[in-house]
């Protein structure tokens, strides 16, 4: 496979310092890396990528959506209360829970009855930058995607209908209801509409990265800044990893499918019906990855650097026994997954950096009062 490595000058442009737009030349080409990243963005090295990839930069966030604050007040509220579930007793915040990086920090979610869920918990912060929804992409859309869980029999238990009914016959969710939307009755689509308002304001707080990037030359320490580059060159993280969310939004079959085992997981081919997408799963963004383990879609990695490792390794191939000799949907690891050969101190490097995408400072939340 070839590489392809792209230039950042222009197209890092909106995001550059003003100490590398008005500072004077960048280092010379074969001055210390280090100094080449603490001089700006646009004095960085080319990132490197395969020629199949269309990368984008490394960038911070756009800007939170705006959305009415009524509506959105309605499904802070709608999101912390469990009377949404047929239980009664689980709400959204359960399995996304603000002091885990709105997820859960659990390798599968319990649900309805204590039943465990099949995958990973993944964290809702960011998901209004994003398009497909879930591991396997079965949500178009954000607001799509969150009346799924009220309904599904493993977890919420419910149904739209049920949970719009039980908070209509609460007298305190009148008001609110009225506020967003002029009348006190809520229906499932305001249900969906509230909810997804909401979704869209949690956005990661800023970061060290953040900082590094608008010029701040000290936001990162040394290990940091080799894991930066490292991400971005010889570890190629940004096969996957790229642009501001850290993630293509796209679906990749790392070998962790099990197939034909008792742990079997088909990933997106469940939505697609698609071979070549036997086994595939979403790139997680990683702002904040490291306040939202354990990993992976099975939540299997409570180490990252047992992560790391697996890419190191150039992740599982496995190979078809048997009668899977013939089998058209046997799954292949993606290709652009690798060996990479990189020693124990260039991982824990990588490490360190990821740890430089975490929040900076974690704002207080207060989880709002129900209303009766």
């Known amino acids: 496979m070839t590489l392809r490595w792209m230039a950042v000058g222009v197209l890092l442009c909106v995001a550059l310092p003003a100490s590398a737009l008005a500072g004077g030349a960048c280092p010379d080409a074969n001055a210390d890396r280090l100094d080449r990243y603490r001089a700006g963005p646009a004095c960085w090295p080319a990132f490197q990528v395969d020629d199949s990839v269309d990368a984008r930069p490394l960038g911070p966030l756009p800007p939170t959506p705006k959305v009415d604050q009524a509506l959105r007040d309605l499904g802070e509220t709608l999101f912390f209360d469990p009377r949404l579930s047929g239980s009664g007793q689980i709400a959204c915040a359960s399995c996304h829970?603000?002091?885990?990086?709105?997820?859960?920090?659990?390798?599968?979610?319990?649900?309805?009855?204590?039943?465990?869920?099949?995958?990973?918990?993944?964290s809702v912060a960011n998901a209004a930058f994003q398009g497909a929804q879930f591991w396997d992409g079965r949500a178009a859309t954000l607001r799509d995607q969150v009346l799924m869980p009220i309904a599904n029999p493993e977890e919420m238990h419910g149904s739209p209908d049920e949970a719009v009914a039980a908070v209509n016959a609460v007298p305190g969710y009148a008001g609110l209801i009225r506020d967003a939307f002029g009348t006190a009755t809520l229906d499932p689509q305001r249900l969906a509409d509230a909810l997804g308002a909401y979704l869209t304001t949690i956005v990661t707080g800023t970061t060290r990265f953040d900082l590094f990037l608008q010029g701040n030359p000290d936001a990162l320490s040394e290990a940091e800044i080799r894991g930066l580059d490292l991400f971005r060159t010889r570890a190629g993280c940004m096969n996957c990893h790229h642009g501001p969310l850290f993630t293509d939004g796209e679906f990749h079959n790392l070998g962790l499918h099990f197939y034909g085992g008792k742990n079997e997981d088909l990933g997106r081919y469940t939505v697609t019906g698609r071979s070549e997408d036997v086994g595939a799963f979403r790139t997680p963004g990683l702002r904040n990855v490291m306040e939202t383990g354990p990993w992976m879609h099975s939540g299997k990695f409570g180490k990252m650097h047992g992560v790391l490792s697996i890419y190191n390794a150039g992740g599982p191939r496995p190979r078809p026994k048997g009668a899977q000799q013939n089998d058209p949907l046997f799954p292949v690891t993606s290709p652009l997954l690798k060996p990479l050969r990189l020693s124990q101190a260039d991982l824990a490097d990588l490490e360190a950096f990821l740890h430089s995408l975490d929040n900076q400072k974690t704002p207080y939340f207060k989880i709002p009062d129900l209303p009766r």
């Open 97 to 122: 829970d603000p002091e885990w990086g709105w997820a859960d920090g659990r390798e599968v979610p319990y649900g309805h009855n204590r039943q465990r869920g099949r995958r990973n918990t993944p």
